[in-house]
Antibody
Framework: EVQLVQSGAEVKKAGESLKISCKGSGYSFADSWIGWVRQKPGEGLEWLGIIYPIDSDTRYSPSLEGHVSISADTSINTAYLQWSSLKASDTAMYFC????????????WGQGTLVSVSS | DIQMTQSPSSLSASVGDRVTITCRASQAIGNSLAWYQQRPGKAPKLLLYGSSRLQAGVPSRFSGSGSGTDYTLTISGLQPEDFATYYCQQYYRSPQEAFGPGTKVEVK
């Protein structure tokens, strides 16, 4: 069974750094694209970026490139979403999701990590 | 970039009703469309892909159709667990596979 288990909720202040994680199991982590999706309070889903762990090929949403970074560690089957300097506008639920082998839609999702950033 | 719109943004329905949600892309996307269901406080769940292919384990009351720029999700015989928000997503142009803004299905 495919499982994506995300790290717990975070409460931070603007300007702080943060790294949240997503551990995959039940599939071949290294050669499966995995991505991150943001959902701000009361809003819809926003595609942030994806990574191919085996070679770290990474694609970002142009609107967020430079503000977040995506990485992966194949030795522990874990993907990461990282900020060097958080903003209050980063307050959101963040989901990791596995991209289908068929095409680039998401067929398995993590449970979400709530990030709250105060100004 | 391909932009996605959905209509309506919300609708009220009763158990047993037939519900139709529309998704429109800003350019033709060649049936590269997925539908997701998100219940309150939960992660999204894939329902259909390829505009009409049912994901394994999804009830057959969910169906999809469309072509070019216009696509629909139909729920035939709404069940209590179907009250949720539904999102479409294009994956014709990668990266940045855009989601629609969502349609909330509420209890009438």
């Amino acid at each position: 069974e495919v499982q994506l288990v995300q790290s717990g909720a975070e409460v931070k202040k603007a300007g702080e750094s943060l790294k949240i994680s997503c551990k995959g199991s039940g599939y071949s982590f290294a050669d499966s694209w995995i991505g991150w999706v943001r959902q701000k309070p009361g809003e819809g889903l926003e595609w942030l970026g994806i990574i191919y762990p085996i070679d770290s090929d990474t694609r970002y949403s142009p609107s967020l490139e430079g503000h977040v970074s995506i990485s992966a560690d194949t030795s522990i089957n874990t993907a990461y979403l990282q900020w060097s300097s958080l903003k209050a506008s980063d307050t959101a639920m963040y989901f990791c999701a596995l991209i289908s082998v068929t095409a680039t839609f998401f067929d398995n999702w993590g449970q979400g990590t709530l990030v709250s950033v105060s100004s | 970039d391909i932009q996605m719109t959905q209509s309506p943004s919300s609708l009220s329905a009763s158990v047993g009703d037939r519900v139709t949600i529309t998704c429109r892309a800003s350019q033709a996307i060649g049936n590269s469309l997925a539908w997701y269901q998100q219940r309150p406080g939960k992660a999204p769940k894939l329902l259909l892909y390829g505009s009409s292919r049912l994901q394994a384990g999804v009830p057959s009351r969910f169906s999809g159709s469309g072509s070019g720029t216009d696509y629909t999700l139909t729920i035939s015989g709404l069940q209590p667990e179907d009250f949720a928000t539904y999102y479409c997503q294009q994956y014709y142009r990668s990266p940045q596979e855009a989601f629609g803004p969502g349609t909330k299905v509420e209890v009438k």
